[in-house]
Structure formats: structure tokens, C-alpha cells
Nanobody, 123 residues
């Protein structure tokens, strides 16, 4: 089992920045690719970004490239999502997830999920 806990969400004005954190515990963190997902109000959950076990490969949805940056620190069992130039449409619950797949992409199977953290961007 891997336990994941997100933090860092909150209310921010459009154009602002936030850094989300995901703390992992349980099994060896570096054995898992990690991903960030989000679920906007009234919409389905969508993939945001993924990072391979070592952090050497990064995956983003095209629309977020340049604004969001995913990273991880295996020594601290932590993953991060730096979000800049936030827009109201970025408002969502953000989830971190862990996968045993080699590729931590949008179509990978994620086995463990956090409870989510709310990000609200005001206009």
C-alpha cells in the first residue's frame, strides 16, 4: 500500500501561483511513477502531469505546458506541482496518484490515489 496526501491548495487570484505537494508513505516511493490529476466542478477527472520513477521523464497535457511543472524528491518521498499564471479554468480538486507502470502518462493505470486538495482561482 502507498498512502498519498496532497497539500498546498487554496484560493488564489488569476495570474497567481501555487505549489501543490504530495507526501507519500508506505512502500518505496521511487518504485512508482507519479501523476497529478484534477477534477473541475461538474467535469470528469483529467490527467495534468506525470513523472517517472527517477524524475527523468516528464509528461504533460499540451494545454498546460509552460505553466505547470511537475517534480519529485525521492529522498523526501515528495512530489510537487508548481502552477503559475493560474486561470479560473484551473479551478479543480487536484489529486496525486501512483503507478507501477513505466510510463506515468494519462493512459497509465494508477493504483493509489490521494484524497485531493482544492484549488480555486478567482477572476
Amino acid at each position: 500500500q502507498v498512502q498519498l496526501v496532497e497539500s498546498g491548495g487554496g484560493l488564489v487570484q488569476a495570474g497567481g501561483s501555487l505549489r501543490l505537494s504530495c507526501a507519500a508513505s508506505g512502500r518505496t516511493f521511487s518504485n512508482y511513477g507519479m501523476g497529478w490529476f484534477r477534477q473541475p466542478p461538474g467535469k470528469e477527472r483529467e490527467f495534468v502531469a506525470g513523472i517517472s520513477r527517477t524524475g527523468g521523464n516528464l509528461y504533460y497535457i499540451d494545454s498546460l505546458k509552460g505553466r505547470f511543472t511537475i517534480s519529485r524528491d525521492n529522498a523526501k518521498n515528495m512530489m510537487y506541482l508548481q502552477m503559475t499564471s493560474l486561470k479560473p479554468e484551473d479551478t479543480a480538486v487536484y489529486y496525486c496518484a501512483a503507478t507501477t507502470a513505466i510510463i506515468a502518462g494519462r493512459n497509465s493505470k494508477y493504483d493509489y490515489w490521494g484524497q485531493g486538495t482544492q484549488v480555486t482561482v478567482s477572476s
